[in-house]
């Protein structure tokens, strides 16, 4: 009788302890913030969202930041409408956005970034076209509403700026990337 009452106190605190981590996986699932970063050279690129899984047309909350990390107090960067360019597709149809933002070929920007200090950019979905007239019918359904279409997006965000070499009087390229997944359902 006292080995079953052993044995039956050893599964209620299995099934007890079983339980409990679930609940737990289950009730932070999506909820905690999403962050992926690239270090290269002397800028760090960082993607934010303020979680993984959103609900179909909820306001989905997306910040690309840059931040200097070099060795000078600051730095000035130069590009054209913005440092960052985004690339997104839904991966169960293969539909595909990119930034209708100008990438860099002439700067008409410039921006004085301290070291340490992050540039900080909210994603704006209107700046996004169709990357194929094919799916320009079911991009313009993913620009309706405030939020994304039920799907799972991979989100990469790019950076497309230059740097002045005050030694040689020369311009550098910096194009750095980094990604996200994102579901909405």
């Given at each position: 009788?006292?080995q079953?009452?052993?044995?039956?106190?050893?599964?209620?605190?299995?099934?007890?302890?079983?339980?409990?981590?679930?609940?737990h996986?289950y009730s932070?699932?999506?909820r905690?913030?999403i962050?992926?970063e690239t270090e290269?050279?002397?800028?760090?690129?960082?993607?934010?969202s303020?979680?993984?899984i959103?609900?179909?047309?909820e306001?989905?909350k997306?910040v690309?930041?840059?931040?200097?990390?070099?060795e000078?107090?600051?730095?000035?960067?130069?590009?054209?409408?913005?440092?960052?360019?985004?690339?997104?597709t839904?991966?169960e149809?293969?539909?595909?956005a990119?930034?209708?933002?100008?990438?860099l070929e002439n700067?008409?920007?410039?921006q004085?970034?301290?070291?340490?200090e992050w540039?900080e950019?909210?994603?704006?979905?209107?700046?996004l076209?169709a990357s194929d007239?094919?799916y320009?019918?079911?991009?313009?359904?993913?620009?309706?509403?405030?939020g994304?279409?039920?799907g799972n997006?991979e989100?990469?965000?790019r950076?497309?700026?230059?740097?002045?070499?005050?030694?040689d009087?020369?311009?550098?390229?910096?194009?750095?990337s980094t990604?996200?997944?994102l579901k909405?359902?």
């Amino acid at each position: 009788m006292r080995q079953f009452l052993y044995s039956f106190i050893v599964i209620i605190i299995m099934m007890v302890g079983c339980s409990s981590e679930e609940e737990h996986l289950y009730s932070s699932e999506g909820r905690d913030p999403i962050i992926s970063e690239t270090e290269a050279g002397d800028f760090i690129i960082r993607l934010q969202s303020s979680k993984g899984i959103y609900k179909e047309d909820e306001s989905v909350k997306i910040v690309a930041k840059l931040k200097y990390v070099g060795e000078e107090d600051s730095i000035t960067i130069f590009y054209g409408e913005s440092p960052f360019l985004y690339d997104i597709t839904e991966t169960e149809l293969g539909i595909h956005a990119t930034n209708i933002h100008q990438r860099l070929e002439n700067p008409t920007n410039e921006q004085l970034l301290d070291r340490g200090e992050w540039l900080e950019k909210e994603f704006n979905k209107t700046f996004l076209s169709a990357s194929d007239e094919e799916y320009l019918e079911s991009f313009e359904w993913f620009l309706d509403g405030e939020g994304f279409p039920a799907g799972n997006y991979e989100i990469e965000l790019r950076t497309d700026f230059l740097t002045l070499n005050v030694d040689d009087d020369e311009f550098q390229q910096h194009n750095y990337s980094t990604n996200i997944m994102l579901k909405s359902e």
